[in-house]
């Protein structure tokens, strides 16, 4: 993994995504930290700020190394929290860190099969990757339960150029918006993106 500049644009087709971030993952969290990434934190403040109930099933959608699983981890701690992501090897090292109750390689837009219905359903950071929102949504309705949660960042230059407010407004008939934060920094310390590429946190539940 040589080339941090693609993560503006993106990286490819699912197979590329899956290398890079495969090759990337030893030193993904130790990168992060030194880029300044703080959507983790930003989004569990954003939601302990928003929300009272303590969630008891949590999915973590394209949860890596397990960043914002830690996260959730400190702020409720007796939640049995699940998690997928595309990368192997980064799910290995989420593994490690004993957050996850379960773990499955998938893609975030692929139909995820559980027993149980979440309380909230998370993907913080990854949004950039998503192809297609209506299998998106329709993986996150059919995992979630009525009056769950979902919670999400997304970048502001990718939401205008995607009209996404339209977009969560087509979905609104299952998923109402509930909360959006003003703009965040993103990677604050990455030269490609600093004040230049923020973030939105977005909370939508199921109703």
């Known amino acids: 993994m040589s080339n941090f500049k693609s993560l503006v ?8 995504t899956t290398k890079y971030y495969d090759d ?6 130790e990168t992060l930290k030194l880029w ?3 959507a983790p934190k930003k989004s569990i403040k954003f939601l302990k700020e928003t ?12 949860c890596g190394t ?5 996260e959730l981890k400190k702020i409720y701690p007796k939640s049995h929290i699940y998690g997928s992501d595309i990368s192997k090897k980064s799910l290995k090292i989420s593994s490690d860190k004993k957050i996850y109750k379960k773990l499955q390689i998938k893609n975030f837009e692929q139909l995820h099969h559980y027993k149980i219905k979440f309380d909230l359903i998370s993907l913080i950071g990854s949004m950039t990757y998503c192809k297609n929102f209506d299998k998106l949504f329709a993986n996150i309705n059919k995992n979630i339960k009525n009056n769950g949660l979902v919670l999400f960042t997304h970048r502001i230059d990718l939401w205008r150029q995607q009209d996404f407010l339209s977009i969560l407004k087509k979905h609104q008939k299952s998923l109402k918006i509930n909360k959006i934060s003003r703009p965040l920094n993103y990677l604050p ?3 490609d993106f600093k004040n230049k590429i923020k973030i939105k946190i977005v909370l939508l539940q199921k109703h």
């Open 36 to 38: 300044n990434y703080q």
């Open 189 to 191: 310390l990455n030269n």
């Open 24 to 29: 990337w993952s030893e030193k993904y969290d």
């Open 66 to 70: 397990g960043l914002f699983g830690t």
């Open 9 to 16: 644009s993106g990286i490819g087709n699912l197979n590329k």
């Open 51 to 62: 929300i009272s109930v303590k969630p008891k099933n949590i999915l973590d959608l394209a």
